[in-house]
């Protein structure tokens, strides 16, 4: 197997299981799950041209595809438990498996395990209990960077916000450590906004959008010169800025059209919400509540919800980062706008609804990147 081809293997699996797990988290119609099976499709075309269908297995707790035994990283960890929970040892796709048929797939997986549940077989899915003797290739070692921090923390991040859906308190303070990891991968990188280049390649999902949100913090805190546990505080509160969300009805959460008045009314509230959770959490920053009710209140005190005192830089950074991310972003409504047009709006907004100086040196540094 090519190293394309093993990547292409493994962006499959990213998207697949992503799909599993976000089908868990809300439900097979949020808008993110059909983007996520049309996704993994399209990483395994490629490969169809040369093949008529592909294989997945475990032999010796390890994922081989086709015949090469794949990289561990959760990702690959997180199908092979999926399968295992499932009482299998194979998934082979044919090459003519539609996005819709992998859809349904990825629904059997979701649910937990009963006798014959997901393992009927159709003329483009199979599945089942093989021993295999295979004779394997090695597989091709990858250094550490944002993308695999991010793929590793995936699972810890969706049990930490499920817990969050459901009330319970104790287990946020677990964020800290992924931020932890990103900080350590910043003091690697030479130019600080470099290390934003994995946010390029990603959709808006609540991980996800947490995760960007976070990075773009963490670039614009190293930019001001902070270091040290502030730097973690300002991480951990970009991750947790929009926990309030939790407590919105799915519905209108993803509803993929405008919203009507009652449920702007909803969702404005998440701010209040979100900072009221987390100011009972053990263990959660100050800057982490403070900016999770602060962060769509603008520099000029429009937005909401409504306040008359200055705001606290963190919030300042994180509406900024927000509403870069929310410009750069593809949704079912509006393609993703170029870093020009972008500059040109945030530009606009400074020292309106965005902090001035904040928003200039963050879109300066952003074009000497977008030069290089
Ligand atoms: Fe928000
Ligand atoms: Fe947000």
């Known amino acids: 197997m090519t190293p394309t081809t093993e990547h292409l293997a493994q962006q499959f699996i990213r998207s697949f299981t992503t799909a599993i797990a976000t089908i868990r988290l809300?439900?097979?119609?949020?808008?993110?799950?059909?983007?996520?099976?049309?996704?993994?499709?399209?990483?395994?075309?490629?490969?169809?041209?040369?093949?008529?269908?592909?294989?997945?297995?475990?032999?010796?707790?390890?994922l081989i595809f086709q015949n090469t035994r794949l990289a561990e990283n959760l990702s690959v960890n997180r199908l092979i438990k999926t399968l295992r929970d499932h009482d299998l040892s194979f998934i082979k796709l044919d090459s003519s498996i539609h996005?819709?048929?992998?859809?349904?797939?990825?629904?059997?997986?979701?649910?937990?395990?009963?006798?014959?549940?997901?393992?009927?077989?159709?003329?483009?899915?199979?599945?089942?209990k093989v021993a295999v003797r295979s004779s394997v290739q090695q597989p091709s070692t990858a250094g550490t960077n944002f993308q695999e921090i991010i793929d590793e923390n995936f699972d810890k991040f969706m049990d930490i916000f499920q817990n969050i859906g459901h009330g319970k308190k104790n287990h946020v303070a677990g964020l800290g450590e992924i931020v932890e990891q990103f900080i350590s991968a910043f003091c690697d990188q030479g130019n600080v906004m470099f290390a934003l280049a994995p946010i390029r390649s990603m959709d808006e999902y609540l991980y996800i959008h947490s995760t960007n949100i976070c990075l773009l913090n963490l670039a614009q805190a190293r930019l001001l010169g902070i270091t040290g546990p502030l730097l973690n505080d300002i991480g951990i509160a970009a991750m947790l800025h929009d926990a309030g969300k939790m407590f919105i009805p799915s519905e209108v959460l993803n509803k993929p059209g405008k919203l009507d008045d009652r449920e702007w009314e909803l969702m404005r509230d998440h701010p209040r919400l979100g900072a009221q959770y987390l100011l009972n959490c053990p263990g959660i920053p100050r800057l982490a509540v403070v900016t999770a009710y602060e962060h769509h209140i603008g520099y000029d005190g429009t937005g909401y919800p409504v306040s008359f005192r200055k705001l606290n830089p963190c919030s300042y950074m994180t509406s900024i980062s927000d509403i870069y991310d929310a410009l750069r972003t593809r949704r079912a409504y509006k393609e993703p706008l170029s870093f020009d047009q972008i500059n040109s709006i945030m530009s606009g907004s400074a020292g309106k609804s965005l902090h001035p100086h904040l928003t200039h040196s963050f879109l300066t540094a952003l074009s000497q990147l977008e030069q290089q």
């Not at 992998?102 to 649910?111: E, V």
């Open 26 to 62: 809300y439900d097979i119609t949020h808008p993110q799950v059909m983007n996520l099976c049309r996704q993994a499709i399209d990483q395994l075309r490629p490969i169809f041209t040369e093949t008529n269908d592909v294989t997945i297995k475990i032999i010796n707790d390890r």
């Open 99 to 128: 996005s819709n048929e992998l859809l349904q797939t990825a629904a059997g997986f979701s649910r937990p395990f009963q006798s014959g549940t997901v393992s009927t077989a159709t003329d483009k899915v199979a599945y089942g």
